[in-house]
């Protein structure tokens, strides 16, 4: 991976300081938030933009032995960081990469849910929104939590995906 392409360590250091912090944990519920974004045992699921994990054990635990979590992030620290978080909690039914949201490497028609959890805002939706419409199946949904009362006209504006509905940050959009 192209080093410029990716946050700095120094700043993914920081940024886990504030993503991965305890207290996050009581401020915005990683499971709450997940189920808003309707995530349910057996799901094939792509999680773009892991970071260190705060939502990623959690997802896993939810999808269960029945199914699968793919997780993606630029940057090798996260790897590292959600693979021992793994190891720790035992799991062994997610697969942790390194790639780009535009460019997943996960088969077409592969996945029931995607979720963009704090990292819209850094994603170029023009390649990012046809490659999440590419990885779902028919009737899947893309899930996206924003903080920053950002519009999010850019998912549905190409056709790709139909505004399904919001519970707290949590916005869902269905493949069309
Ligand atoms: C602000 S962090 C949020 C991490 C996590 N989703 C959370 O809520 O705790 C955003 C993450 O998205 C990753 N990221 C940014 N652009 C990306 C891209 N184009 N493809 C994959 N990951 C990306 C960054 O490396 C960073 O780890």
Redesign the pocket.
Known sequence: MDES???SNNS?RM?TLI??NPLRRVLDKPVKTLRAAGIRPGQQVL?????????TIPAAKIVGDGGFLYA????PL?LKAVNRKLRKAGLDNVRVTI????STGLPAESIDLAFL???IH???LET?VPEIHRVLKSGGVLAV?TFSGRSLEGVTEGGLFAFAGKEGKVARFQKN
């Open positions: 392409r990716h946050m993914f940024m993503h991965d999680e773009v933009g892991c970071g260190p994990g705060f939502f993606i992030d630029l940057q996260a790639a780009d949201a535009a959890f704090g990292v850094a994603l170029p990012v939590q």
